[in-house]
């Protein structure tokens, strides 16, 4: 007889529960409490800047400063980070209407006024003027040189005309960057759609999942690069535990700050699995993790290195947005290795072409499902997956698929797991 254990799952702004045979483990961050006062701790973070003066020693004299900030697929205290941020610049002379937010979308889309009300608070939002980045609007680009790979980097033209340029962000394991943050806010955050044409394809882009890898990854090394040739002056990141509680704040150099915070998260979100499973089942984190499908791949992405070959990895996510762009490349193509073929042959495109591949990467070796989503059965299958109502019935199906014995394994918040296998297994 086979023993069930529960398991939650963030969905959306909620969560589910569901029963689940032969767990082999819930793969979680390792718990860690937050700070309890965020305020103080990013207070004490600009205080104590990591390889770099502090930022009203920056800002002194100067006359204009541009504070790069996350869209809404990015949860973090962007309105705390905007506040001590602006406290520096005006302790340096600097009044608020010479401060502005550049929001860094890449190829997302605009967020709504009260979506920004919600991220930062009706204070920030009254205060400061936001430029919304198109990277597709050359007009509002500037190019700032070629990296030593040859990526030509277009960048959003205000944010180079600033005296003082900050950037905001979240320190976690990244499918493609081995983290995210830091250098990331630039490119893709405000650069230009040729130069993430260039930087998203092959061969920058890792063709592997590549949660926690830095050293020796183009992908991450291309982007500092960027950064660096657009002088970044100071950034202003957080690494955050399960509960989304801030643990940590960095703050200070561009690279050296952020490496900190990445030596603080690395160990947080590392698991190390004793076995790949039959089953997997995964969760983006919530909301906004899961608004849509292009956003959750990056929890498929995990899956996929904690699954054996020829297993399936179901992929629980609400998805209020829908699919996204990519959703179409797959529902025309008669097989997914037609999608790859077409990123191998053009590489980044707006119709998120990369995103398309990814998905299409993980169907060549696996079965995936989506369960529990907004979307129509017959849209999620023309895509190559199949569609569950509940958990439940992902669970049910892959048991008449791989038998009574099939192992499974959990994880609720996949797109920022850092997943390692023993020795020997």
């Given at each position: 007889?086979?023993?069930?254990?529960?398991?939650?799952?963030?969905?959306?702004?909620?969560?589910?529960?569901?029963?689940?045979?032969?767990?082999?483990?819930?793969?979680?961050?390792?718990?860690?409490?937050?700070?309890?006062?965020?305020?103080?701790?990013?207070?004490?973070?600009?205080a104590?800047?990591?390889?770099?003066?502090?930022?009203?020693?920056?800002?002194?004299?100067?006359?204009?400063?541009?504070?790069?900030?996350?869209?809404?697929?990015?949860?973090?205290?962007?309105?705390?980070f905007?506040?001590?941020?602006?406290?520096?610049?005006?302790?340096?002379?600097?009044?608020?209407?010479?401060?502005?937010?550049?929001?860094?979308?890449?190829?997302?889309r605009?967020?709504?006024?009260?979506?920004?009300?919600?991220?930062?608070?009706?204070?920030?939002?009254?205060?400061?003027?936001?430029?919304?980045?198109?990277?597709?609007?050359?007009?509002?680009?500037?190019?700032?040189?070629?990296?030593?790979?040859?990526?030509?980097?277009?960048?959003?033209?205000?944010?180079?005309?600033?005296?003082?340029?900050?950037?905001?962000g979240?320190?976690?394991?990244?499918?493609a960057?081995?983290?995210?943050?830091?250098?990331?806010?630039?490119?893709?955050?405000?650069?230009?759609?040729?130069t993430?044409?260039?930087?998203?394809?092959?061969?920058?882009?890792?063709r592997?999942?590549?949660?926690?890898?830095?050293?020796?990854?183009a992908?991450?090394?291309?982007?500092?690069?960027?950064?660096?040739?657009?002088r970044?002056?100071?950034?202003?990141?957080?690494?955050?535990?399960?509960?989304?509680?801030?643990?940590?704040?960095?703050?200070?150099?561009?690279?050296?700050?952020?490496?900190?915070?990445?030596?603080i998260?690395?160990?947080?979100?590392?698991?190390?699995?004793?076995?790949?499973?039959?089953?997997?089942?995964?969760?983006?984190?919530?909301?906004?993790?899961?608004?849509?499908?292009?956003?959750?791949?990056?929890?498929?992405?995990?899956?996929?290195?904690?699954?054996?070959?020829?297993?399936?990895?179901?992929?629980?996510?609400?998805?209020?947005?829908?699919?996204?762009?990519?959703?179409?490349?797959?529902?025309?193509?008669?097989?997914?290795?037609?999608?790859?073929?077409?990123?191998?042959?053009?590489?980044?495109?707006?119709?998120?072409?990369?995103?398309?591949?990814?998905?299409?990467?993980?169907?060549?070796?696996?079965?995936?499902?989506?369960?529990?989503?907004?979307?129509?059965?017959?849209?999620?299958?023309?895509?190559?997956?199949?569609?569950?109502?509940?958990?439940?019935?992902?669970?049910?199906?892959?048991?008449?698929?791989?038998?009574?014995?099939?192992?499974?394994?959990?994880?609720?918040?996949?797109?920022?797991?850092?997943?390692?296998?023993?020795?020997?297994?």
């Amino acid at each position: 007889m086979m023993k069930y254990s529960e398991v939650r799952f963030p969905l959306g702004r909620g969560s589910v529960t569901a029963r689940i045979p032969n767990l082999m483990a819930v793969v979680e961050p390792k718990p860690v409490r937050g700070v309890g006062d965020d305020r103080k701790e990013v207070r004490r973070a600009l205080a104590e800047p990591i390889g770099s003066p502090r930022l009203r020693e920056i800002a002194r004299g100067k006359r204009s400063a541009a504070i790069v900030v996350n869209d809404i697929t990015r949860p973090y205290p962007g309105g705390l980070f905007v506040e001590e941020l602006a406290r520096e610049l005006n302790e340096a002379g600097l009044r608020d209407d010479e401060i502005f937010l550049v929001v860094a979308y890449g190829t997302h889309r605009i967020n709504t006024d009260e979506e920004l009300t919600g991220m930062f608070g009706e204070r920030v939002v009254k205060r400061f003027r936001f430029v919304h980045h198109v990277g597709s609007d050359a007009g509002t680009l500037v190019n700032i040189g070629v990296t030593p790979r040859g990526v030509s980097v277009d960048v959003n033209r205000e944010f180079m005309a600033a005296d003082v340029k900050i950037l905001t962000g979240l320190i976690a394991p990244h499918h493609a960057a081995g983290f995210s943050g830091g250098r990331k806010s630039l490119l893709p955050g405000i650069s230009g759609l040729q130069t993430l044409k260039t930087h998203h394809s092959f061969p920058f882009r890792p063709r592997i999942p590549s949660m926690g890898w830095l050293d020796g990854n183009a992908f991450h090394e291309e982007a500092l690069a960027a950064a660096k040739l657009a002088r970044v002056d100071f950034i202003l990141n957080s690494v955050d535990n399960a509960n989304r509680e801030l643990v940590a704040a960095v703050a200070g150099d561009l690279e050296a700050a952020h490496r900190a915070g990445v030596e603080i998260c690395r160990p947080i979100w590392t698991f190390e699995l004793p076995s790949k499973a039959d089953v997997v089942i995964v969760s983006p984190g919530g909301f906004p993790r899961d608004i849509d499908l292009y956003q959750s791949q990056k929890a498929c992405s995990c899956a996929e290195l904690a699954c054996r070959d020829g297993g399936e990895i179901v992929l629980c996510s609400e998805a209020s947005d829908g699919a996204g762009k990519f959703a179409r490349l797959l529902q025309e193509a008669s097989h997914p290795q037609e999608v790859i073929d077409k990123y191998v042959r053009e590489g980044f495109t707006a119709e998120s072409t990369a995103k398309a591949y990814m998905y299409a990467r993980a169907l060549i070796r696996f079965r995936v499902g989506i369960a529990c989503s907004t979307l129509r059965s017959e849209d999620v299958e023309k895509m190559f997956m199949s569609h569950y109502n509940t958990i439940e019935d992902a669970i049910e199906s892959a048991l008449k698929r791989c038998g009574e014995g099939a192992s499974f394994l959990a994880i609720p918040s996949a797109s920022e797991m850092i997943i390692t296998e023993k020795s020997g297994s």
